[in-house]
């Protein structure tokens, strides 16, 4: 069984979720209404009414959601979410899954973080002020110092 999944961070990066998720399938992007993209030293999504984010949709297998599980340190760092998905007219309605955190602390992100995202919206073709905005809303609010990954070099 395949779960569709929302990417919003770094696994837009094609190369990086080749790497974590060899089986996954690009299936294209959408924009989720009523969330905004926000830096907690990682990415993630809040709730903000009258905000839409890019996200991009792959298809994953088990083996995949595993993998992602690891990766996004579920569900201590982030825990699940699902939405209910109506496609194009035709097309049979599904469920949608998110990683979102479960801190609440805003914080910008690391440089090679960031520019990991940066490239997986050139990989899916989404404009970058969506990323932009985000960066300057952790700057202008940071509440703490959230949690940048050690495979990424903090850059003060």
Not at 15 to 32: I, N, S, T
Not at 91 to 96: D, I, R
Not at 150 to 156: G, I, S
């Amino acid at each position: 069984m395949k779960t569709y999944y929302l990417a919003y961070g770094s696994n837009l990066n094609k190369g990086q979720m080749q790497y974590r998720c060899p089986k996954a399938q690009e299936v294209g992007k959408l924009l989720l209404p009523d969330y905004r993209l926000v830096f907690k030293g990682v990415a993630d999504i809040i709730e903000a009414k009258g905000y839409s984010v890019p996200v991009g949709l792959w298809l994953i297998t088990p083996d995949c959601e595993k993998a992602l599980d690891r990766y996004e340190g579920f569900p201590t760092l982030y825990r699940k979410q699902w939405w209910k998905w109506t496609p194009e007219e035709g097309q049979e309605p599904n469920t949608l899954m998110a990683y979102v955190m479960n801190r609440t602390d805003i914080c910008p992100p690391s440089e090679g973080y960031y520019q990991s995202i940066a490239e997986g919206y050139k990989d899916f073709g989404i404009p970058d002020h969506y990323l932009v905005e985000a960066l300057r809303h952790s700057h202008d609010n940071k509440s703490g110092v959230g949690h940048h990954p050690k495979r990424f070099k903090l850059v003060k």
